[in-house]
Each structure stands twice: as structure tokens, then as C-alpha cells.
């Protein structure tokens, strides 16, 4: 068994690479439990959007909006769920380091595609309801807010030191 090193030198788990790689798998795998089930939900939800009595009645900026936040949540399901085919793909194959690696990348992706169709959610949303100002507010806060909570607040954590 090696001992696997943190970022700052100290050492960590005692669990060889291949046991290391499968906790990151597992990890992965969780993860991604969390968002799909919603990512699908939002992307089912927009796809009924158009076959709506009001849906004819958008402006052409505001259906312009549809048609991108359809694209991101289409994207982001995509890339969300590509790690499932790509297990079964390699499937037997020997290939963890390959999957992880990949998976953490798709996952990475999905999550930036998420964030677009949230806020394009938002803007539609706010404008509709609210008008066009209200929905580029009302955007412009959901974009600080996962920025922040998606972003700023892990990168800040991951430059820290850890504290045991």
C-alpha cells in the first residue's frame, strides 16, 4: 500500500491506487447521483414549454432564451450522464484511471451547462412575470450566487490548508 499525499505534503490514506481510484469513482458516482435526477427534470420540464397556450405569445428575445436555456439543460444532460455510457463502454476493460479522469471533466462541463440553464430559467422567468429589466436583475443574482457557491466558496477551500 502507498500512502497518498496531500496537496501540502502531508501524508494521507493508506489505500493502493487502484483502491484510491475506485473511492474517486464512488465519489464521482455520487455526485453525479445528485444532479442528474434534477438536470433531467428541468430539461423535461422545458421541453414541454412550447406545446403551452402561452408559449406563443413570447417575444422573440424571450424565446431566443428558451431555445438557449433548452440547449444548456440538453448539454448539460449530456454531459451529466455521459459517464454512465462511458462505464458501460469500458466496462471490464481496465480502464479506471481513463473513466475518472474523463467523468471528472464531463462532470466539470455538465455543471457549467447547469449553471446556464438555471439562469436562463431565471431570466425567463423574471422577465415574463416581472418584465425584461427584472429578468436581467434577477439573472445577474443567480449567476453571483453560483458563482459563488459553485466556484469562489471550493476554490477557496482547496488553496486553504487543510485542518485535521
Known sequence: MERDETADGRLGRDETPAERLDRNWEDLLQELRVVQTGVQLLTGFLLTLPFQDRFAELQDFQRNVYLATVGCAIAATGFLVAPVSLHRLLFRRHRRAEMVHLAHYFAITGLVFLAGAVVGVVLLTFSLVLGDTAGWLAASV????????????PLRVRERPRRD
Open 142 to 153: 443567480a449567476v453571483v450566487l453560483l458563482a459563488v457557491l459553485w466556484l469562489l466558496i
